[in-house]
């Protein structure tokens, strides 16, 4: 099924009409993003917000979905792209329509604003940091990733490179591998880093699927304590893992807010109070405030730390 989508519309006659589409549906984070977007929505009621995404994280299954929805003219498109390029010419079309273009999540070369998930080096050093207060200063390490073109995804690694390089000269990152967005391929992908690499010490898992097929691995391997892993995911996905002691710490953002912070922001895109170094009004999450970038401007959420202490604090 290429789309998946749900509609939501309040008890007022919308004015406005925003798509928001993710990498993909089907898989527990979209779906905790997908309650703040339905928590904004219900805020919102003069804006339609239509929730439609594929079951592949393909960018061309993303190009059909704005495609099938650039002859209804939304008042806005937002994207998490699966690959910043490859998508630019179907949102230029959009754009040519008078459709306002965002994107969140996965960035675009084309857009009038950026939700972005966490500043990318602030991240990327928090990832390393994790890691060697755990491991120690000096070992081998691996990293799996959702995909090489996600944008996310490689300003990550390359923030995780800097900083690690920079800093602890002991560590060697000794192999790169995706895993799509699948708890069972970066399952698999873990058992052969570890039979590739009997001396790694240190694990780091991209993507929210990623990081639970990762942490099965080395609890079915043994290996759990003696090879050092830090991601991001939900807390409910790593609840157990946390619980038993496979990782310490778990780095993610608040998912809900990260969907309602992107309906407000498409909100206030169209009231055109969107203006780097001015701060709007982005419902519960109070005043923010964007900042420009090479392509137009962004904002981002603050990194959160997941323990087994604090686990149980959130559910998504």
């Given at each position: 099924m290429l789309i998946a989508a749900t509609l939501q519309i309040s008890q007022a006659a919308p004015t406005h009409t925003l798509v928001v589409i993710p990498k993909l549906v089907g898989i527990s984070y979209y779906d905790a993003v997908k309650q703040g977007i339905d928590k904004a929505a219900a805020e919102l009621p003069d804006?339609?917000?239509?929730?439609?995404?594929?079951?592949?994280?393909?960018?061309?299954?993303?190009?059909?979905?704005?495609?099938?929805?650039?002859?209804?003219?939304?008042?806005?498109?937002?994207?998490?792209?699966?690959?910043?390029?490859?998508?630019?010419?179907?949102?230029?079309?959009?754009?040519?329509?008078?459709?306002?273009?965002?994107?969140?999540?996965?960035?675009?070369?084309?857009?009038?604003?950026?939700?972005?998930?966490?500043?990318?080096?602030?991240?990327?050093t928090a990832l390393v940091d994790a890691l060697v207060e755990q491991m120690g200063h000096s070992g081998e390490v691996a990293i799996i990733t959702t995909t090489f073109y996600a944008p996310n995804q490689s300003n990550w690694i390359a923030a995780i490179k800097s900083h690690l390089y920079a800093h602890n000269p002991g560590l060697k990152i000794v192999d790169i591998r995706p895993a799509g967005e699948s708890s069972e391929e970066s399952y698999r992908v873990t058992r052969d880093l570890l039979s590739t690499y009997p001396q790694l010490k240190g694990?780091?898992?991209?993507?929210?699927?990623?990081?639970?097929?990762?942490?099965?691995?080395l609890e079915e391997t043994g290996l759990a304590g003696k090879v050092t892993l830090v991601g991001n995911s939900t807390p409910n996905q790593m609840r157990p893992y946390l619980k038993r002691g496979v990782v310490h710490k778990v780095l993610l953002w608040n998912a809900p807010d990260h969907g309602y912070l992107t309906v407000y922001s498409a909100y206030n895109l169209l009231q055109g109070k969107l203006h780097a170094g001015q701060p709007f009004a982005a419902g519960h999450l109070g005043l923010l405030t964007p900042r420009g970038d090479d392509t137009s401007m962004q904002v981002h959420l603050p990194v959160l730390v997941f323990t087994r202490d604090n686990v149980d604090l959130y559910d998504f």
């Open positions: 804006l339609q917000v239509i929730w439609a995404g594929p079951t592949l994280d393909r960018v061309e299954k993303q190009i059909e979905l704005i495609e099938h929805y650039i002859p209804s003219h939304p008042d806005v498109i937002a994207v998490a792209a699966n690959d910043p390029v490859a998508i630019v010419p179907v949102l230029q079309q959009a754009q040519a329509a008078g459709i306002h273009v965002m994107s969140w999540d996965g960035d675009t070369d084309l857009r009038e604003f950026f939700v972005n998930l966490v500043d990318y080096q602030s991240f990327g694990l780091i898992a991209l993507g929210a699927p990623n990081l639970p097929g990762a942490a099965r691995a």
